[in-house]
């Protein structure tokens, strides 16, 4: 059996180790510490936001974010419907109301649909994936959230690096969030990042991560707080991750370029659009079929010992969600339908795309 191709495996840059090293010679084997101030500062540094936050998780980040715009029991909050299960249940953890919305031709929220619904419904906070690594049309979404007084909050959890005329997504909202997941495009092995440039409310965010514990010599507890915050530990990989994040994204550009030039022939095949103005990190190479059954090119991908997964299942499909509102939904059900995410690691050669683009050539139409 030829050597595993798994989807998006961690790539360490070089650095990461030694960084550890230093945390066990300090002995500051906890929760916070120098190297979370450090990747904090790497990330603004990237993403130009004014200030950040390392959390344990994207979803964590989530969480916060809807706690600072004030997100409480019976409130409406919109989001993206096709997305991942952590953008949407830190709304069912503040017993609000998710409500969601469908793509457009850019596979990322339909800034029509988002009007109708915000006008309608009037929620008070839209959660907006960005996804598969592709700026959304956050330009639009602004403008429109800003007219209705909706805040917004991005999550970017796979698209760090990834911009629109020049700005990076997470960035155009009240707060932004990434993920440092184990199969993102750099990673801690677990954890995420709270930005924005609302500095005291970064600041309060670390209050509520941290237990929400007051300044007193005892532990002083007033409000609901959480253990969220990310570990020196972590801090330290997600810091040597930070010094290779513009080559990674660099080769995963390459491995999509790589991916289209073996398959763009095949008139059956669409790939995930880049829209105007914006740059991805292509973080997984995506595409759907006009015939051909997905599912069926998984198996024989597996069959070659190949990582290969359907398109996400939009939110509003799933048992979790059943009754929810959705505005439009068809084109989510049709790209869950018929999509696939190919194995996309950025330690891939070209000899390792051809491998995967020989098999399905093979199964599709």
């Known amino acids: 059996m030829a050597e595993r191709l798994f989807l998006s495996p961690p790539h360490m840059g070089g650095n990461e180790r030694r960084y550890i090293d230093e945390v066990f010679a300090s002995n500051y084997i906890a929760p916070l510490g120098a190297f979370v101030d450090r990747f904090e500062k790497a990330v603004c540094d990237f993403t130009g936001a004014k200030a950040a936050a390392a959390t344990s998780s994207g979803t964590a980040a989530i969480h916060l974010a809807l706690r600072l715009v004030g997100i409480e029991e019976g409130d409406k909050v919109l989001a993206s419907t096709f997305t991942f299960i952590g953008s949407v249940a830190p709304i069912l953890y503040q017993k609000a109301e998710p409500i969601f919305v469908d793509s457009d031709d850019s596979w990322n929220a339909d800034p029509k649909l988002v009007e109708a619904a915000i006008a309608k419904e009037r929620p008070k906070a839209f959660v907006l994936t960005h996804l598969y690594g592709q700026s959304a049309k956050v330009d639009e979404i602004v403008e ?48 995420g990042m709270l930005v924005s440039d609302n500095v005291a409310a970064i600041e309060r965010a670390k209050k509520l991560a941290t237990q929400a514990r007051e300044p007193a010599p005892w532990y002083q507890h007033e409000e609901l707080g959480y253990n969220y915050r990310m570990s020196n530990v972590l801090a330290a990989i997600g810091v040597g991750q ?123 139409i």
């Open 144 to 191: 429109i959230c800003d007219r209705y007084g909706v805040a917004l909050i991005e999550d970017a959890a796979e698209s760090l690096g990834a911009t629109l005329n020049g700005r990076h997504a997470g960035t155009f909202g009240r707060f932004g969030i990434y993920s440092f997941n184990g199969n993102k495009i750099i990673t801690t092995s677990g954890g």
């Open 242 to 364: 930070m010094e290779v994040l513009p080559e990674r994204i660099e080769k995963k550009r390459k491995i999509f370029e790589w991916y289209k030039e073996a398959l763009d022939e095949a008139e059956e095949i669409e790939w995930m659009p880049e829209i105007p103005g914006s740059l991805g990190n292509r973080w997984l190479t995506t595409l759907t079929f006009k015939r051909s059954d997905p599912l069926k090119i998984i198996e024989a991908l597996e069959a070659a010992n190949i990582e290969s997964r359907p398109l996400w299942k939009p939110m509003h499909l799933q048992p979790l969600f059943n009754g929810a509102k959705i505005y439009g939904g068809t084109i989510s059900e049709r790209l869950f339908a018929t999509g696939i995410c190919l194995p996309s690691g950025t330690a891939m050669t070209r000899s390792d795309v051809d491998r995967v683009t020989s098999i399905v050539r093979r199964h599709a």
